[in-house]
Structure formats: structure tokens, C-alpha cells
């Protein structure tokens, strides 16, 4: 979980009336956006249960889905295999809990789908200073048309 915003109170000289507090939490392959505010939920109401006076309200604004692609599904392993082909480096396979679209695309396309580019998200992106070198969009591009270009010849997929 991640607090992304708090806002609360008129003025510094002043007691708050309210506090809002905007959590962010990823969701993983078994769980629902319900599920997991409900589990939220819970652990909040044990602990308000030891403050006299407070109320509290919790609401799901958002829900990306979660995805998950086996290891061994074709698609995974022709994206490695084209990627190393064209010169990427070894990587190993993973899960990545940023958002996307993947989600969607399999939930409710039926679509597998995978995520795979240059640069690095926890290094690189979303900094005033975001950049992705020139020898990783190339390798990532030749990366792209191998794997197009072998699942259209060949239906890898």
C-alpha cells in the first residue's frame, strides 16, 4: 500500500474536522479490488475499534486488474527468445506491479498479454529526468519485429 494524498483541516491554528487519506494498492492475480478493500477494511475497523469518537468511511475508486502469465505460455517464451536474439541482455522472467493496460486485455479480451521495453521502471520512470537510452529502444525495437515477425510466419502464439 502506498498513501498517495492526505488533506485535512482549514487552517494551521485549527483542530481538523476530517482527514482523507487516497491509498493505492496493487492487486494480485487471485484478488478482486472488493476483496482486497474488504481485507482493508477489516484491519481498519479492529484498529478504530480503539478510538473513542472517530468514524471512518472506505471506498473503492478505482480498480486496475491484476494479470498473470505462465512462465511456460507460448508468448512469454517466444518474447525471450526473440529478445535474446536480438541482443538484449539475459533477464529473468517476472511479475511487475506497476499498472497497464495488460490487465484488461486479458480480463476481458482474453488476450495474454505480457509487458516488455527498455529502460528501467524503478530506475528510470516517471522522473523529471526520464530517459531511456538509444542502444535499448534499438534492441527493444528489433525485439518487437522479431516477435511480430515470427508469430505472423510462424504462429508461435
Known amino acids: 500500500m502506498s498513501v498517495g494524498t492526505i488533506k485535512g483541516g482549514m487552517t494551521t491554528s485549527a483542530v481538523p474536522d476530517y482527514c482523507s487519506v487516497m491509498i493505492d494498492r496493487r492487486l494480485l492475480p487471485h484478488e478482486t479490488g472488493e476483496s482486497a478493500l474488504e481485507q482493508f477494511r477489516r484491519q481498519l475497523d479492529r484498529e478504530m475499534e480503539r478510538r473513542d469518537g472517530l468514524t471512518h468511511r472506505v471506498a ?38 506497476a ?13 495474454p498479454t505480457v509487458l516488455y521495453g527498455p529502460g528501467s521502471i524503478v530506475g528510470q520512470a516517471h522522473r523529471p529526468d526520464e530517459y531511456v537510452s ?17 508469430v505472423l510466419t510462424q504462429g508461435l502464439v
Open 60 to 97: 473503492l475508486r478505482m480498480e486496475l486488474p491484476p494479470s498473470e502469465v505462465e512462465e511456460s505460455h507460448p508468448l512469454v517464451q517466444a518474447l525471450a527468445r526473440a529478445a535474446r536474439d536480438s541482443g538484449a541482455p539475459p533477464m529473468p522472467v517476472g511479475g511487475w506491479g
Open 99 to 111: 499498472a497497464s493496460d495488460g490487465g484488461y486485455l486479458m480480463r476481458d479480451a482474453k488476450i
Open 134 to 150: 538509444i542502444d535499448q529502444t534499438i534492441i527493444a525495437a528489433r525485439t518487437y519485429l522479431t516477435l511480430a515477425a515470427r
